[in-house]
T-cell receptor, first 116, second 116 residues
Framework: EADIYQTPRYLVIGTGKKITLECSQTMGHDKMYWYQQDPGMELHLIHYSYGVNSTEKGDLSSESTVSRIRTEHFPLTLESARPSHTSQYLC???????????????FGAGSRLTVL | AQTVTQSQPEMSVQEAETVTLSCTYD???????LFWYKQPPSRQMILVIR??????QNATENRFSVNFQKAAKSFSLKISDSQLGDTAMYFCAFMKIPGGAQKLVFGQGTRLTINP
């Protein structure tokens, strides 16, 4: 079944550690996104990608970085985690083009990061 | 820039009742999509319903329907015959057309609880 997978679901780490949140989708979608969901539940776009080798900053500034070497994979990395990075991170993907499904984002279950 | 406002942080109704969630938005765009997404506790965000701004007819999906008032920039969600499984955070979201990166702008969310 086509879907989008995020690992780890939960992560507790100490300040200064490097972390990578994984996101993979099996739908062949060209476009992928990372949203940050704060404790108040608001969602903000932090990164997106049009396709392989394409990455763009989102509407909310983030110290994280992303890469898109393969269509199905869009990992997010924090080089040195801080308590202010504590949040839930949601990955999503969508089709390119003008089809009826092209404007619908499919979301992963999220990665909840706690930095002590 | 587009903004989406959900003025009801929390709502609670009894099972089988009808509930309406409010959403207003601000944009200078003429063509866009509007969405309601549902995020159950600790589960994946899923699409509930979408509306294309150029369509005057309100979208419906089984027990879910919207009241789209383009001039008033209002987009409310009505859930009929509510069920316990409807308990979730509900997010109203906006996407402009052409979408480019198909970025979603979310409202703050409404936490809906269906009581038995």
């Amino acid at each position: 079944e086509a879907d989008i997978y995020q690992t780890p679901r939960y992560l507790v780490i100490g300040t200064g550690k490097k972390i990578t949140l994984e996101c993979s989708q099996t739908m062949g979608h060209d476009k992928m996104y990372w949203y940050q969901q704060d404790p108040g539940m608001e969602l903000h776009l932090i990164h997106y990608s049009y396709g392989v080798n394409s990455t763009e900053k989102g509407d909310l500034s983030s110290e994280s970085t992303v890469s898109r070497i393969r269509t199905e994979h869009f990992p997010l990395t924090l080089e040195s985690a801080r308590p202010s990075h504590t949040s839930q991170y949601l990955c999503a993907s969508s089709e390119a083009g003008l089809s009826s499904g092209a404007n619908v984002l499919t979301f992963g279950a999220g990665s909840r990061l706690t930095v002590l | 820039a587009q903004t989406v406002t959900q003025s009801q942080p929390e709502m609670s109704v009894q099972e089988a009742e009808t509930v309406t969630l409010s959403c207003t938005y601000d944009t200078s765009e003429n063509n866009y999509y509007l969405f309601w997404y549902k995020q159950p506790p600790s589960r994946q965000m899923i699409l509930v319903i979408r509306q294309e701004a150029y369509k005057q007819q309100n979208a419906t999906e089984n027990r879910f329907s919207v009241n789209f008032q383009k001039a008033a920039k209002s987009f409310s969600l009505k859930i009929s015959d509510s069920q316990l499984g409807d308990t979730a955070m509900y997010f109203c979201a906006f996407m402009k057309i052409p979408g480019g990166a198909q970025k979603l702008v979310f409202g703050q969310g409404t936490r809906l609880t269906i009581n038995p």
